[in-house]
């Protein structure tokens, strides 16, 4: 039984604990927030870390669900601390190119060119393929093939072109690829579209003396398994990797119906 001394007893820990607490700092999820602020000011100007005293709560003077609320208002915080504009490097004017090659190349103007040529093939399976300067001065092996003419089809162009660059009189038995790229000169860009074909051996013998344009140096007969280590472009590589890609799916056909 609770007697009136007991009441009085009771009444007077709860004043002196009202007290107590009145005179603590009390530490609101608002008042981290502006002590997070400020701490993190003070570290952007004198570049040191920085510790933030989060004051400890006692089971005997404060009540316990404050304690979990602001555990969990630290826990959720992110201190991320602003970076000042005058606090970050100055560009040095060296960092800057002075000149954008990639973009003043889009302000010349641009022009598309045709072509076509591809792979000519003898009795032996053998491919003719001519050297050539390209337009750095180096020389190159690569597949004969010419600008299309007005009036020409691409498949007259390859005919055309071969015979031109390598002295073989060539049949088109098949349609290979098209690749296009772009290169750029000093005046203008170029869009370039060149057609490849295979092509059957009908007559002639390997030179390079019809070449019109004397851009083929030499010409000569290479194992077609050969050509991926020989050819200097990449895009005639993989048009060579596409055609017996396409030979092979040929043959797997004509032996499912055989």
């Not at 555990?71 to 970050?88: D, Y």
């Amino acid at each position: 039984m609770v007697t009136p001394a007991d009441l009085r007893r009771m009444l007077a820990k709860l004043a002196d604990n009202h007290t107590q607490n009145q005179t603590k700092p009390s530490v609101t999820p608002l008042d981290l927030a502006r002590i997070h602020s400020k701490k993190s000011c003070v570290q952007n100007d004198e570049n040191t870390q920085v510790f933030v005293d989060i004051p400890i709560f006692s089971e005997d003077n404060e009540p316990k669900h404050e304690a979990v609320e602001i555990s969990e208002v630290i826990q959720k915080t992110t201190i991320i601390p602003a970076v000042s504009p005058a606090l970050m490097p100055q560009r040095r004017l060296t960092d800057a190119p002075t000149t954008f090659a990639s973009l003043d190349a889009q302000d010349l103007p641009i022009i598309r060119e045709y072509s076509a040529g591809g792979l000519v093939f003898d009795s032996l399976g053998r491919v003719a393929i001519i050297a050539r300067h390209s337009r750095s001065g180096h020389l190159e092996w690569c597949l004969p093939k010419g600008h299309i003419e007005k009036g020409e089809t691409p498949r007259e162009t390859a005919v055309r072109e071969i015979h031109e660059e390598t002295g073989i009189i060539g049949e088109v038995v098949d349609s290979i690829a098209t690749i296009d790229y772009w290169f750029t000169g000093t005046t203008h860009r170029v869009h370039k579209l060149v057609h490849h074909f295979a092509l059957r051996y009908v007559s002639g013998d390997l030179s390079v003396l019809g070449d019109p344009d004397h851009e083929a140096e030499d010409a000569i007969w290479v194992n077609f398994k050969d050509l991926n280590a020989i050819l200097s472009y990449p895009n005639e590589r993989k048009v060579a990797w596409l055609y017996a890609k396409k030979a092979r799916r040929r043959s797997r056909s004509e032996e499912s119906n055989a």
